[in-house]
């Protein structure tokens, strides 16, 4: 039992519960504060940071979100998986010769004796929930080499298949069904997991099936399997999508998801054949609900962008268009636009394929071929329920794109996505599509176009001095020496000298005199000199300001970007 009678008070006068009800639940949990709490996290899962930090303060420790935290990788793994299950304890980092450690019960000085003594070395103690901390022992503890260990246990185990066409379903089923397979698709995702992986793919050649990883938009090889582990590995994959698993010669598309104590990951399973087997691709989608939508001042957006911005969002009605290619945090964007607009007098609706954040106080709907809800069909019926703000996830067809154009007509803000490879072009974009000019020039109040870059690790950041006229073609400048920024690689970044991604962008603000040349079909040329006289910079130009700023490299820049007449970073 847990007695705290400190959390309980705070519960009282801080406004969570009233004496009354607080004795009754004590009352219902035989005066386990610790029972009260997670009842509470139960019935109020939108107040779990304040109660958790609350129950920190009673018991004299801080509170960490696992979910947000950067745990060290060597760090975790100097305490043994067991012991870490065992005591609902993971490792942190460490700072100075103590290791920070989250705890379950952080007042427990038997089990931090113990994991000293394995340690040899002080532990500091906080305060995480068990099922945040199991899930984070499911996804910290799964590495390279164990996926190694599982796939060589599945070539022991079971029978080298020579000839996959022959396998019926029954004996699919069985393999796929075998606890080595389970547990190497299991630790396969938690992997991709743990290493940010916007998608793994599973690539099969002559001799060996090659596993990559996309993290910070940079394929990344991970391993290599035994090319008799492909039909358990595909077959596993398919029935957790519920796909055929005899089919093989025809692509196939699917969803399957991760649970975890804490949360479910989905991810999208998408199978083609190839000479030498099927190839997959699964496309993380679950993991953006966890986190908070960040504020449009977190975004690295410029100054001048970042004002282009909120004058767009002082606007009552229009439509306005964030452009890049898939994974280029164009949804990212959009929800931070949503919270900045998310106010109690303001009805926001949105229409999503899939729903990747979700924003308290907004109506979001998730896109449903199955009884016909796609975006047309969504958007009609938005329109008949007051709204203010309506969020189109994506712009694909002319009929989404003339409701859209009358929606923003009839006094909404509309916010949309849509492909095109900058600002400029989208501004031509609907015309492409068979939108009429004079729906388009009216409506459109903006569009913004980005990309993302890698970010230098901040680990292993470094002070360089570039090669001279290399620093003068690229920047139109010369004179004094001026330093910037790389990562020289090390663990935590997987030697790459990069960790997370940042955006760089281009801002559209549609005056009277572009609008004038959408009405009558200008050339995407004639657009964009009307847009520099009022302003208008290219994403390389802001990608070079923020290599200036030492947030990444020119290698990202030029990688991501192509040189633009007039955008060197000049001033």
């Given at each position: 039992m ?37 009842h ?31 745990f ?5 793994q ?26 379950a ?9 113990e994991?000293?003594s394995v ?15 199991e ?13 190694r260990?599982?796939?060589s ?24 069904g ?39 938009g ?12 492909l ?39 998408s ?25 449009l ?12 911005l ?98 923003a ?20 974009r ?57 990562g020289?690689?090390?663990?935590q ?33 004639e657009?964009q ?32 970007t ?10």
């Amino acid at each position: 039992m847990n007695q705290n009678p400190l959390f309980m008070e705070l519960l009282v006068s801080r406004g969570i519960v009233g004496e009354a009800a607080g004795r009754r639940l004590l009352r219902r949990y035989h005066d386990d504060a610790f029972a009260v709490l997670m009842h509470l996290v139960r019935m109020n899962p939108h107040q779990k940071t304040l109660l958790a930090r609350m129950w920190g303060d009673s018991i004299g420790v801080a509170h960490v979100d696992l979910n947000k935290t950067l745990f060290q990788r060597e760090v975790v793994q100097r305490l043994p998986e067991s012991f870490a299950r065992k005591n609902h304890i993971i490792l942190l980092y460490q700072f100075g010769e103590a290791i920070t450690a989250a705890s379950a019960d952080p007042a427990n000085q038997f089990m931090l004796r113990e994991a000293q003594s394995v340690l040899g070395c002080p532990v500091s103690p906080v305060f995480a929930f068990p099922n945040d901390i199991e899930a984070a022992i499911e996804v910290e503890y799964k590495t390279e080499q164990k996926l190694r260990d599982l796939s060589s246990r599945i070539v022991t185990d079971t029978v080298v298949i020579e000839d996959i066409s022959e396998l019926t379903r029954d004996e699919l089923q069985k393999i796929a069904g075998s606890q080595a397979v389970v547990e190497f698709v299991q630790g396969l995702l938690l992997l991709g997991v743990r290493e940010g992986a916007s998608d793994i793919h599973i690539e099969p050649g002559e001799d060996k099936v090659r596993i990559r990883f996309r993290v910070d938009g940079v394929l990344q090889e991970k391993s290599k399997i035994e090319r008799s582990l492909l039909p358990p590995l595909v077959s596993r994959l398919k029935i957790l999508a519920d796909l055929n698993i005899t089919e093989k010669r025809r692509p196939q598309d699917g969803r399957l998801c991760l649970t975890l104590p804490n949360r479910t990951i989905d991810f999208r399973f998408s199978s083609v054949p190839t000479g030498y087997g099927e190839k997959i691709v699964l496309r993380v989608l679950g993991q953006m609900e966890t986190k908070d939508v960040q504020d449009l001042r977190e975004l690295s957006f410029s100054r001048a962008n970042l004002d282009g911005l909120e004058r767009v969002m002082a606007v009552p009605y229009g439509i306005f268009f964030v452009t890049g290619p898939t994974g280029s945090g164009k949804t990212t964007t959009l929800f931070s636009m949503l919270r900045y607009l998310n106010r109690p007098g303001v009805n926001i609706t949105t229409i999503e394929d899939p729903i990747e954040y979700r924003l308290p106080g907004i109506n979001q709907i998730q896109v449903n071929a199955a009884v016909d809800l796609d975006f047309p069909a969504a958007l009609r019926a938005f329109l008949r329920q007051d709204p203010d703000v309506i969020l189109v996830g994506e712009i694909r067809d002319v009929e989404t794109a003339e409701i859209a154009c009358r929606a923003a007509l009839t006094g909404h803000l509309v916010l949309a996505t849509l492909h095109t490879n900058n600002a400029i072009q989208a501004l031509t974009r609907l015309n492409d599509m068979g939108v009429q000019p004079y729906m388009v020039a009216p409506s459109m109040v903006g569009v913004l176009a980005q990309r993302l870059v890698r970010k230098i690790c901040e680990h292993c950041r470094e002070p360089y001095t570039p090669d001279p006229e290399t620093f003068q073609r690229i920047f139109a400048m010369s004179g004094e020496e001026v330093s910037l920024s790389r990562g020289r690689g090390c663990l935590q970044c997987s030697g790459s000298g990069y960790s997370g991604r940042i955006a760089i962008h281009e801002l559209v603000v549609i005056d009277d005199d572009i609008r004038t040349q959408i009405s009558r079909g200008a050339s995407p040329m004639e657009i964009q000199r009307s847009a520099a006289r009022t302003g208008f910079q290219t994403m390389r130009y802001d990608g070079m300001k923020k290599v200036l700023r030492g947030l990444t490299t020119l290698e990202e820049i030029q990688r991501v970007t192509v040189a633009d007449e007039g955008s060197a970073a000049a001033g």
